[in-house]
């Protein structure tokens, strides 16, 4: 993914979202733009409109840490942002050499160890997986592989979750929320496209979705980032009807840029008996689904 793109794009994309009345500006009349106008970042960043204009023209090697928090500051970026606006500085310049993630094998050429494994198979109390930046299953244990049935049975989804969302027609029953679920996988590839830039398997994933789904291309260009660490999901599933799970995610030491999460549900809720339902479904696939109470 061309840097200079990626900074101009992203810099567009957060001052258009910025109005005046949000920076404490005057909100004035014929403005031709959404959101605030180049001159504005910069008086709020205390840089000069050239020097502004060049950053958002993709040129932010050498730009200075204090520089980057100011205009950081300026639009104000949240958390996810300002990271990933550091990681397009570091790109940039070619500092992200040393924290850049070494070359990955591919899904299939990872294997997890065995004590992953076996960790993963004792979180018996709700799905356990773990997923890479491009969102690829690449282990789970029993209740996982039950939880998302619907991404294991079509070989076409290849075990992603982006292209399961975007390319399988069975995402818009299995997310309840299809609109949070599609802004959440997009956000989370974006978020690895400024962690990865060099990943060839996310840009040929980007460019899968891009040609082939309209819902995908539009968000992939509002260039929205997240961290993705905990919260609550709502699910449909085809056996045990509706769950609204907890999740956590963990990240790797051992392995940077792989991601573990797990679910749980609320004790002595609706889904928590849904989980149950789902734990017996799993063990005894061959049998009729049971159905939930609720």
Do not use: C
Request: hydrophobic residues 40%; glycine residues 8%; positive net charge.
């Amino acid at each position: 993914m061309d840097n200079q793109e990626e900074v101009r794009e992203f810099l567009t994309s957060r001052r258009a979202k910025i109005s005046p009345g949000q920076a404490g500006l005057p909100s004035g009349s014929r403005r031709r733009v959404p959101g605030l106008r180049r001159s504005e970042v910069a008086a709020l960043a205390d840089v000069s409109v050239e020097y502004y204009a060049k950053l958002e023209r993709g040129h932010l090697a050498g730009v200075s840490p204090a520089v980057l928090e100011a205009v950081a500051r300026a639009l104000r970026l949240d958390d996810a942002e300002r990271a990933h606006l550091l990681r397009l500085a570091q790109a940039a310049d070619g500092t992200d050499v040393l924290t850049r993630p070494r070359r990955r094998r591919t899904r299939d050429q990872w294997k997890p160890h065995a004590s992953l494994r076996w960790t993963l198979e004792a979180v018996t109390a709700g799905p356990a997986f773990v997923r890479n930046g491009r969102m690829d299953i690449l282990a789970a244990n029993q209740l996982a592989r039950a939880l998302y049935a619907d991404v294991y049975a079509s070989p076409g989804n290849q075990r992603n979750l982006a292209r399961f969302t975007f390319l399988d027609p069975a995402s818009r029953r299995f997310y309840p929320d299809w609109d949070l679920a599609a802004d959440i996988a997009v956000a989370i590839l974006r978020t690895e496209a400024g962690r990865n830039p060099h990943d060839k398997e996310l840009h040929d994933l980007v460019g899968e979705l891009s040609t082939r789904s309209d819902d995908f291309r539009t968000r992939w260009g509002a260039h929205d980032v997240r961290h993705h660490g905990t919260g609550t999901k709502r699910f449909h599933h085809q056996a045990v009807g509706d769950l609204t799970l907890a999740y956590e995610g963990l990240e790797m030491a051992a392995e940077p840029g792989l991601t573990v999460t797990i679910y749980t549900a609320e004790p002595g809720s609706p889904s928590e008996e849904g989980l149950r339902l789902l734990a017996s479904w799993a063990a005894t696939p061959q049998t009729p689904a049971p159905h939930s109470s609720g």
